[in-house]
């Protein structure tokens, strides 16, 4: 199975600040990469799929680039409702899986 | 309104048996793939397995192969988690969630989890 890493697992930067966080596929996956946003007791969010594409409604200061193995998620100036954990999966195939999240706090 | 509604929380004793239900709404439930998703207390997002309602066709990640069972009636647009004896390892939120369909040039791929329930809280304790 096609293990999914995520860097790193939790960061804290003040407001404005650009955040960028990494995922690592252990096997090429060309572009199959989601990124989720879960806030703090609350449902999974789609923000990006197929590694850059933005989900409607999702705020222009989230970008997500990448492509094989290496991916990242970028917030260009972080915002107080960014408080969440962020994770990526891959769907080219089953197992779909989870990167083990990054906790993003605010400074 | 394209939405997935998840049955109310649980609290069971180990042992005990429990299905857990995603009623789908709001597009062609036999069309797409649904998931389910555990998060166990204060813990990440783990994939379980996967079901498509068409043809009941399923997937399990191996570590829950074997511990629960995924199904779906599709003459109600429900999917199912099921477990015949609990443990106390299994309290966690499990969400269900569709996989989306991306369609260009006449054909379409699996893309990610577009939708997701409300989540089913399970609590397993002696």
Redesign the interface.
């Given at each position: 199975d096609i293990h999914m890493t995520q860097s790193p697992s939790s960061l804290s930067a003040s407001v404005g600040d650009r955040v960028t966080i990494t995922c690592r596929a252990s096997q090429g996956i060309s572009n199959f990469l989601a990124w989720y946003q879960q806030k703090p007791g609350k449902v999974p969010k789609l923000l990006i799929n197929a590694a850059s594409t933005l989900q409607s409604g999702v705020p222009s200061r989230f970008s997500g680039s990448g492509s094989g193995t290496d991916f990242t998620l970028t917030i260009s100036s972080l915002q107080p409702g960014d408080v969440a954990t962020y994770y990526c999966q891959k769907y080219n195939s089953a197992p779909l899986t989870f990167g083990q999240g990054t906790k993003v706090e605010i400074k | 309104e394209v939405q997935l509604v998840q049955s109310g929380a649980e609290v069971k004793k180990p042992g005990e048996s429990l299905k857990i239900s995603c009623k789908a709404s709001g597009y062609i439930f036999t069309s797409y793939w649904i998931?389910w998703?555990r998060q166990m207390p204060g813990k990440?997002?783990?994939?379980m397995?996967?079901i498509y309602p068409g043809d009941s066709d399923t997937?399990y990640?191996?570590s829950f192969q074997g511990q629960v069972t995924i199904s779906a009636d599709k003459s109600i647009s429900t999917a199912y988690l099921q477990w015949n004896s609990l443990r106390a390892s299994d309290t966690a939120i499990y969400?269900c969630?569709r996989?989306?369909l991306?369609c260009s040039g006449g054909s379409c791929q699996?893309?990610?989890?577009?939708i997701?329930?409300?989540?089913t809280m399970v609590s397993v304790s002696s």
């Open positions: - | 998931g998703v990440g997002l783990e994939w397995g996967i997937r990640r191996p969400y969630a996989q989306s991306y699996d893309d990610a989890f577009d997701w329930g409300q989540g």
